[in-house]
Nanobody, 119 residues
Framework: EVHLVESGGGSVQPGGSLRLSCVAS????????MTWARQAPGKGVEWVSS????????MYKDSVKGRFTISQDNAKKNVYLQMESLKPEDTATYYC????????????WGQGTQVTVSS
């Protein structure tokens, strides 16, 4: 059975940092690119960042470039999203997904972790 379990969300003040983690199981992690997406209250899901299967190439939504960094550890089957200089507009539920690099299909989704940026 496939599982993607996110952690690391929380409440921070503007300018703060968080590191999201996602641990995968039930599929061959190294065969899939990995993606972080988010859904703000009352809005649809939007793509945030992806990393390719080898971890050598990454992509970011323009509004998070220079602030967010995606990385992965194939041995641990983990994918991470380091978020710096957080803004109130980053407030959302963040989801980890398998697939999605360069607009590719998304095969599996996690349950999400909440990030709230507020003073």
């Amino acid at each position: 059975e496939v599982h993607l379990v996110e952690s690391g969300g929380g409440s921070v003040q503007p300018g703060g940092s968080l590191r999201l983690s996602c641990v995968a199981s039930g599929f061959v992690f190294s065969d899939y690119s990995m993606t972080w997406a988010r859904q703000a209250p009352g809005k649809g899901v939007e793509w945030v960042s992806s990393i390719d299967t080898n971890g050598g190439f990454t992509m970011y939504k323009d509004s998070v470039k220079g602030r967010f960094t995606i990385s992965q550890d194939n041995a641990k089957k983990n994918v991470y999203l380091q978020m710096e200089s957080l803004k109130p507009e980053d407030t959302a539920t963040y989801y980890c997904a398998a697939g999605g690099y360069c607009g590719g299909a998304v095969w599996f989704w996690g349950q999400g972790t909440q990030v709230t940026v507020s003073s």
